[in-house]
């Protein structure tokens, strides 16, 4: 089989490599499709040589079908589609509190374990979430990052008829604008990359240029006042902190979606004036894996409109190279049979 391997300096290799039969507990797995995620291109980077082995298998957005099955699995056969939730969270301790997603010895696999950038790959099978049968796995493959916005708007508590403004219109962005879509809510997006921008609007959604419209006087018209009943942050920049207290109205739910690596000036007045609430969230629980495969087998909302590009597994280099020279695609898949 062929399998892929970073090995550090912005280079990934392919190589031959003997199939492992599955151990105990274990399935292996016939990986169809692999989505390139942010994670992916930081470790791409050099950002996370410190935390990977090199060298090392990543990626962790996948669609498959079950190819071998070893002792002691039950519940799955040969041929059986999944999708793998890549939380080992094996070492959950008391004081997680039964947050097992979010423990503290929490490893996620395809970064503190080998992924599935490679055409077969063994997993735990407490990973695993089945897929129905007619599921298109190339769709499919969006599952794992659609878990994270499925997550980000159930903690975000968003009712039907609610007012939502998604601060960010990349990847993520765009799949919480389409979940909250979903849940009824009246949707903003606010995005300064003008082929984003067409590509929101495409789907169907209000878009707003925060560097040409000031955003928070435009939700302010449209809603009469009320502003956001629910703002999420997605963008990961500060003016996006500077805004999400001002365009939420009051009692608003403000989610944290995007990842902050150093501390931020936020204006922690507002949330004492609006009786504001800061929501953290992180990646995503079983539930959200359901929820997420439930939109995908629907395939009511425009999920396809998100795959930039499908490539074969070899051409992993090429793909990477062109994803920091296009900044504006949104999900490039691999296609790791071809």
């Not at 929101?200 to 560097?211: L, S, Y």
């Amino acid at each position: 089989m062929k399998a892929t391997f970073y090995e550090g300096q912005h280079t990934f290799s392919v190589a031959e490599t003997e199939m492992e039969s599955p151990g105990k507990g274990e399935v292996r797995i016939k990986v169809a499709y692999c989505g390139v995620c942010g994670t992916d291109v930081h470790i791409y980077h050099g950002m996370m040589d410190k935390r990977v082995q090199i060298p090392v298998t990543i990626g962790h957005e996948m669609s498959g079908e079950i190819d071998a099955i070893g002792e002691e699995v039950s519940g799955y056969q040969i041929g059986d589609k999944v999708v793998v939730r890549p939380l080992d969270n094996r070492a959950e301790e008391a004081s997680d509190k039964g947050f097992s997603h979010i423990c503290k010895k929490l490893k996620f696999i395809g970064i503190d374990s080998p992924g599935a950038m490679q055409q077969y790959w063994n997993v735990p099978d407490f990973t695993l979430h089945k897929l129905p049968k007619a599921t298109d796995l190339k769709l499919a493959a969006l599952v794992e990052p659609l878990s994270v916005a499925c997550h980000d708007v159930r903690l975000s508590e968003l009712r039907k008829g609610e007012v939502a403004v998604v601060l960010g219109g990349g990847p993520i962005g765009m799949l919480v604008a389409l979940v909250a879509k979903d849940a009824g809510a009246k949707v903003f997006i606010s995005e300064v990359n003008p082929k984003r921008i067409k590509l929101a609007e495409e789907m169907g959604f209000t878009v707003v240029n925060p560097v040409e419209t000031d955003l928070v006087q435009y939700i302010d018209a449209q809603t009469e006042g009320y502003r956001a009943d629910v703002v999420f942050e997605v963008a990961g920049v500060q003016p996006a902190i500077d805004v999400m207290t001002e365009v939420a109205g009051i009692r608003g739910r403000i989610v944290m979606v995007a990842i902050h690596g150093q501390a931020r000036p936020v204006n922690l007045f507002k949330f004492f004036w609006k009786e504001l609430k800061l929501i953290g969230a992180r990646v995503y629980e079983p539930e959200d894996y359901e929820k997420a495969i439930e939109l995908i087998t629907k395939n009511e909302l425009p999920f396809s409109s998100l795959i930039t590009a499908v490539q074969p597994l070899t051409s992993i280099q090429q793909v990477f190279e062109n994803i920091d020279k296009n900044p504006d695609g949104m999900k490039v898949l691999l296609d790791c049979q071809n």
